[in-house]
């Protein structure tokens, strides 16, 4: 298998810390890709028509493409219960969207200011995008603590990530304010050796 990589995407950072977690690294090469909205890479262009990292290759059916279906296979695959079965697989699944909500609206606001010219940028719609990372690291503070503290699960991988990538864009913002529970979880998880092992260049 193939993955087509970046060391800065948090959506590729979370199927990396998969893969370590599941003693899966050594069944996947990695072709690091530069690709932006803006300008496509070149070798996903006949693999993921979206154009986005992660994708990974597989030599036996179609390039997987978005991190939730790559990191849903790798489970399958390594048989590892990160998706549980029965009612806790749909605290999982509404755990990750959630994290992956917050990376969405942390890269939109990186784009705004990176691929935008500067006469274009919106301040509002910058700032109703840390609205809603403000809010979901809230309810993540109020809700979600026994889960995160719980077994490892692919919940816990996207929430980590995701606070990763905010110390990384969107540091001066200050999330862990207002989010001490939070804040004490992911000083811990981000301390596991597949975290230090994906941390991203700063």
């Known amino acids: 298998m193939k993955l087509y990589h970046s060391p800065t995407s948090p959506y590729v950072r979370k199927v990396m810390v998969l893969l370590h977690e599941t ?22 262009l006949s693999k993921a028509p979206l154009t986005k990292v ?13 991190s939730r279906v790559i990191c849903a296979f790798l489970d399958a695959r390594a048989k590892a219960g990160m998706y549980p079965e029965g009612s806790a697989r ?13 990376l ?39 809700r979600w603590m026994a889960h995160l503290s719980g077994p490892l699960d692919m919940g816990q991988i996207a929430v980590g990530c995701a606070l990763g990538y905010l110390d990384l864009r969107h540091d001066a913002r200050g999330w862990r304010k207002g989010n001490d529970a939070l804040a004490a979880w992911y000083a811990e998880f981000s ?10 260049p700063s």
Do not use: H
């Open 90 to 102: 749909w605290d999982v699944l509404t755990l990750e969207a959630l994290a992956d909500g917050i």
């Open 23 to 44: 003693e899966q690294l050594q069944d996947v090469e990695l072709e690091t890709v530069a690709s932006t909205p803006v300008s496509p890479a070149a070798p996903l």
């Open 104 to 142: 969405d609206a942390a890269l939109l606001m990186t784009y705004e200011a990176r691929l935008r010219p500067e006469d274009k940028q919106w301040d509002d719609w910058v700032e109703a995008q840390w609205v809603k990372i403000d809010r979901a690291c809230a309810v993540l503070n109020q």
């Open 54 to 66: 992660p994708a990974l290759e597989r030599s036996d059916g179609p390039t997987l493409f978005d």
């Open 191 to 200: 301390a596991r050796p597949s975290m230090v092992e994906t941390r991203p």
